[in-house]
């Protein structure tokens, strides 16, 4: 007789007779299981199709009783074999229990009264639902932990060859191909195979992470601020009238200052608690599970060989210009590129820090008095002026495909070519050239010559009548950025905006707003490196926002010559120019038309080599008229897409293979051609360790017809840090649960990868100036500059503690206490402390940095966790807000307690989180 699943089901025997207290018991016991082996089968069949070997056939060795090897192709079907045997198996099982269980439902039936049989059967279902619950959560989890184990050994198996430089790739056709290296060392560093082998993973690689601290943390945040938006829509909803009036602006991505949580909705606040506290549970149930790691043992001891050296300030790591692979060269070598690289009289002057202030802050004073005329929102005006901006710094990326062999071990600065970027990111323009941005790039579709993407370009081939004498080219333009003409690049603006600003959404500005902006965007031009100030003088900026389409804007003027001449096709991507033409001469002179448009700008041509013309990710060839195109990825090209083992969600990964399949069919011109595109990307994706059986290419799952088309962007995002498929895969079923999967989508957000935690772009800028500084001495040099941040300050006479928050440079902010504190005033935390705790005698503070958190919501919610979790004295409860039931929860999962001040000042990569 089968046993009970389940001890609730004793409680619904205690009436039965006692003459039919076993055939009761057998009838519920068939009951639950059933429920298990539905779902056994369910697992076992799942199994089957993905190839997954259960552990229960693992443990068997069979390699070593038949005398096999492990990966042979023989034990890995006695495997299968032996798996459909079981699932054979467990499917008589099920139809015998099924048998069993309708016999001993009718004898009940028969027996028992009716009004008692139906409420056993009532609970029995309840019971088994529950069952089924859990037996499903398991095998899910177990199923899930099993694709993952043979991902990664078939991953280990098949880029065994990928992870090595020295070894040939052998493709379908029998021909050696060599990998190309996925890592470049320069300046002769000596680096561990282990470091070299964490590299290869490639810059996008995650590790993966157990939930932890901050895991929670990063859930409070997303909590949080789905609650804020959940109630915002509730009450634009119930009163349309208040929204805003005026142009009508998109989601501005700049956090604000303010933050003024919305009042409860009594529409949410279930829905919300509900799905909180299951979402509560879900980190519970999977806080102490330790995750498998996707870095070996020596990869790990690489990873921090890496670290090691660059707090060591021995190295520097950077992201290639075009392949985009880590590049590793000594720290001395990286500061002599850049030395050589400002030399450059003819592209930057020295500047000082008083031009700085005076540039940014007139800019500031131009945006409010526009936006004013303008009549612009306030909340759009004081959001997008940046009173305290970020520096912009300059970093050069090393153009690896213009190296020499033999230059690799050089320490010559000048055998390396660079790109400059001056990252802008918080500097004084970036908010203002983000709305300019908003209405420039509008007028890209009225330029005739321009491709938005290879569709576009390929639509333009297909509807080209070519002949038998018809001739193809492509041209490049070098060094298009530094080379523009900003007064040029603004006339052809100007003309473009006066043409069509009355098709466009200028969202509330006139022309001359506009172009009055983009002159004071250009002018402020100044940027920091190593502490010195530099001003561009010539060109644009790479990394300023505006760059892209005021250089799509300037080659227009330069190419219109050419398109008067009407060749047969001239179609540009930014600098790379496709032109066809009737004959070989009329190619030479547009192309020599093309060089003396302008004294800097100077074109490169490229003719088709073996027939072949390459073009974006496409070749062309163009044969007695007849047209043919297939995929294309450059020799120069690293391949590197997200690595299989990266801690990523298994659909992100799905995707990103599919739509390159997708695209290496779409852009071949026939069967041939498609064949051997599909080759290429398949190779592409063996080489970033997917697999090539198992592993599913093709069109991502499409939406079936009778589902309602609901947009994502109509819908609110719930920021998830991803952990796993299982842990994301409870979320979305909670949400649908819930009823909230119409109005929410969850947002995945993979752990740190190796960019994020290798390189650092302002490495030579983050310094303190202000001397004997009491928040760097307890932490990193330059955590004083920092923004957006929750610090603690503490009394050194009685160590009572202040917890805050700001969205400004740190330094402002403690100034403010360090003032209050000085003039004793009752109305800040500290002077009130100096005049009811210290009998107003002055005295010192240490302060700390907790946490880097940009948004100012998920500051806030931080701040008022950390402070009730401590219940500080010098905290006032009107300061921060008010815990709500919902994520009051968290407070034990997030661990808000204070780390030790030695701990505080341990350097490390990156904004990290003090547990």
């Excluded at 009970?4 to 076993?22: C, K």
């Excluded at 020599?592 to 003719?607: G, P, T, V, Y």
């Excluded at 609901?710 to 920021?719: G, L, Q, R």
Aim: positive net charge; contains cysteine; aromatic residues 6%.
């Amino acid at each position: 007789m089968p046993r009970l699943n389940d001890r609730r089901t004793w409680l619904l025997l205690n009436d039965v007779p006692a003459n039919f207290f076993r055939l009761v018991k057998e009838a519920l016991s068939l009951r639950q299981k059933i429920v298990v082996l539905k779902q056994t089968t369910h697992f076992l069949q799942r199994c089957l199709q993905h190839r997954a070997i259960p552990n229960f056939i693992r443990k068997k060795k069979l390699h070593e009783v038949c005398g096999l090897p492990v990966d042979s192709r023989q034990r890995q079907e006695l495997q299968l074999r032996i798996l459909r045997t079981a699932l054979r198996s467990k499917r008589n099982q099920l139809f015998s229990s099924l048998n069993k269980c309708m016999s001993k439902d009718l004898c009940c039936e028969r027996y028992l009264p009716v009004c008692h049989w139906k409420k056993i059967v009532g609970e029995s279902k309840t019971i088994c639902d529950s069952i089924r619950s859990n037996v499903k959560r398991r095998l899910q989890n177990k199923f899930s932990r099993l694709v993952e184990l043979e991902g990664c050994r078939d991953s280990q198996c098949q880029v065994s060859t990928s992870n090595s430089v020295d070894h040939p790739q052998t493709d379908s056709s029998g021909e050696s191909e060599s990998i190309p290296p996925r890592v470049t060392v320069i300046g002769g560093i000596n680096l561990s195979e282990d470091a070299l082998s964490v590299l290869d993973l490639g810059p996008s690689f995650a590790q993966v992470r157990s939930i932890g601290r901050e895991v929670p943390r990063r859930v409070l945040c997303g909590l949080q601020a789905l609650q804020d938006n959940l109630r915002r829509n509730a009450k634009l909803r119930e009163n349309p009238r208040e929204r805003l009036a005026g142009p009508n602006f998109p989601a501005i991505p700049f956090p604000s200052l303010y933050f003024r949580p919305q009042d409860p909705n009594p529409t949410v606040y279930v829905k919300f608690r509900l799905f909180a506290t299951s979402v509560y549970e879900i980190l519970r149930r999977n806080i102490h599970r330790r995750p498998t790691s996707n870095l070996t043992a020596s990869q790990k001891r690489g990873l921090n060989e890496l670290i090691d050296l660059v707090n060591s300030k021995t190295i520097k790591i950077s992201v290639s210009d075009k392949g985009g692979e880590f590049v590793v060269m000594p720290r001395s070598l990286d500061i002599a590129i850049t030395e050589s690289h400002l030399q450059d009289v003819s592209l930057y002057r020295p500047s000082s820090e008083n031009e700085y202030k005076r540039q940014y802050r007139r800019l500031n004073r131009v945006w409010s008095d526009i936006a004013r005329t303008a009549d612009l929102p306030k909340t759009v005006s004081t959001r997008l002026r940046c009173d305290l901006p970020v520096c912009p710094v300059l970093y050069v990326l090393i153009k690896t495909h213009k190296l020499p062999p033999n230059s690799l071990s050089s320490l010559n600065p000048l055998d390396f070519k660079v790109r400059p970027i001056i990252s802008s990111v918080g500097g004084p323009t970036d908010r203002i050239s983000w709305l300019l941005n908003l209405v420039l790039t509008q007028l890209l579709t009225f330029i005739p010559a321009h491709l938005s993407n290879t569709m576009k370009f390929l639509d333009q081939l297909r509807e080209t009548l070519f002949r038998r004498n018809h001739v193809i080219e492509s041209f490049d333009v070098t060094s298009l950025y530094t080379n523009v003409s900003n007064g040029d690049a603004m006339q052809a603006t100007h003309e473009l905006l006066n043409t069509h600003a009355g098709s466009i959404n200028m969202y509330g500005l006139t022309v001359s707003q506009v172009m009055t902006l983009v002159k004071e965007c250009l002018d402020c031009s100044i940027f920091r490196w190593s502490g010195r100030y530099f001003k561009q003088v010539r060109g644009l900026a790479m990394g300023q926002r505006l760059a892209p389409v005021l250089a799509i804007a300037y080659m227009s003027k330069i190419e219109k010559p050419v398109l008067d001449r009407r060749p047969v096709l001239y179609c540009r991507y930014v600098d790379d120019c496709f032109v066809a033409c009737s004959t070989q001469k009329e190619m030479d002179k547009c192309f020599e038309l093309l060089n003396s448009q302008a004294d800097n700008i100077r074109f490169a041509r490229e003719k088709p080599n073996d027939k072949w013309l390459p073009f974006l990710n496409m070749q062309v060839q163009l044969e007695r008229g007849f047209l043919r195109t297939k995929w294309y990825r450059k020799p120069t090209s690293k391949n590197i897409l997200v690595h299989f083992r990266s801690a990523h969600p298994r659909k992100i990964k799905r995707a990103i293979t599919a739509n390159m399949i997708r695209t290496a069919k779409m852009v071949s011109s026939g069967g041939q051609e498609q064949v051997e595109s599909v080759e290429l990307a398949k190779k592409v994706a063996l080489f970033n360790g997917y697999p090539l059986r198992e592993w599913h290419y093709g069109r991502p799952p499409q939406r079936k017809p009778h589902e309602p088309r609901c947009e994502n962007s109509e819908k609110v995002p719930f920021c998830l840090p991803f952990v796993s498929d299982s842990v994301s895969l409870d979320v979305r079923m909670t949400l649908r649960k819930c009823g909230l999967d119409d109005t929410v989508r969850v947002v995945e957000v993979p752990p740190r990868n190796l960019k994020q935690r290798l390189v650092q772009n302002r490495l030579y800028d983050r310094f303190c100036t202000t001397p004997h500084c009491i928040i760097c001495s307890n932490g990193r040099g330059g955590d004083c500059m920092t923004s957006g941040v929750i610090y603690v300050i503490t009394c050194n006479l009685c160590g009572d503690e202040y917890i805050g928050e700001t969205g400004r440079p740190l330094i402002c902010r403690v100034k403010e206490h360090l003032d209050g504190l000085k003039k004793s005033r009752p109305k800040t935390p500290l002077g009130d402390h100096r005049r009811h705790h210290h009998e107003d005698i002055e005295f010192g503070v240490s302060i700390r940095v907790l946490m880097r958190e940009p948004t100012t919501s998920a500051r806030k919610i931080l701040e008022a966790f950390w402070i009730n979790a401590k219940n500080l004295k010098m905290n006032r409860k009107e300061e921060c807000l008010a815990v709500t039931n919902e994520l009051a929860p968290f407070l034990d999962l997030c661990g808000f307690q204070l780390p030790p001040a030695s701990e505080v000042g341990v350097r490390t990569l990156g904004p990290t989180h003090c547990d």
